[in-house]
């Protein structure tokens, strides 16, 4: 949890520029799994979210962004988080926060997913861990978050 945070601290704060583009939803450059420094500018994104939405990190810089990684939909501790996001969610909408839950799970479970627990936000899948590579909350271990 401690790297999430710091991950959604840094973003809601730095400055980032457009990455390449790509083939995949995640749009990244190859990095090592290195954990985000307080204070370090966030790696720049651009993904497409399970509900077709484009998200770049360029086009929302000066916006709070509050980009969050979970294992696996439908599972009772991501449903405990996803509802937490859900319920706070009028307030996180009038600071004006994009708020994006990334994991491994297929662009259809997430919409299942949202869909079952009502949730306003953008699901992002990221099978390749590419974008949870960037923040440094994969594992090589488990290749999971």
């Known amino acids: 949890m401690r790297r999430l945070f710091l991950a959604c601290l840094v973003l809601a704060c730095g400055g980032n ?3 390449p583009t790509g083939p995949t ?16 500018a966030a790696p720049p994104f651009s993904v497409t979210a ?15 962004i ?12 991501c449903t405990t988080e996803a509802c937490a996001f859900r319920d706070a969610w009028d307030h996180l909408q009038k600071s004006g926060v994009v708020l994006v839950g990334v994991s491994v799970d297929t662009d259809e479970s997430h919409k299942a997913f949202a869909a079952h627990l ?6 992002v899948s990221d099978p390749q ?5 960037r923040y440094g ?5 488990t290749e999971k978050f």
């Open 17 to 19: 520029t457009a990455g």
């Open 25 to 40: 939803t995640t749009t990244t450059t190859p990095a090592a799994a290195t954990e985000v420094a307080v204070g370090q």
């Open 50 to 64: 399970a509900d077709g939405m484009k998200i770049d990190s360029a086009a929302l810089k000066g916006k709070p």
């Open 66 to 77: 509050v980009l969050y990684f979970y294992p696996k939909d439908e599972t009772p501790g």
């Open 118 to 123: 009502k949730l306003p936000f953008h699901l």
């Open 129 to 133: 861990l590419e974008l949870a590579k």
């Open 137 to 141: 909350v994969a594992s090589k271990a």
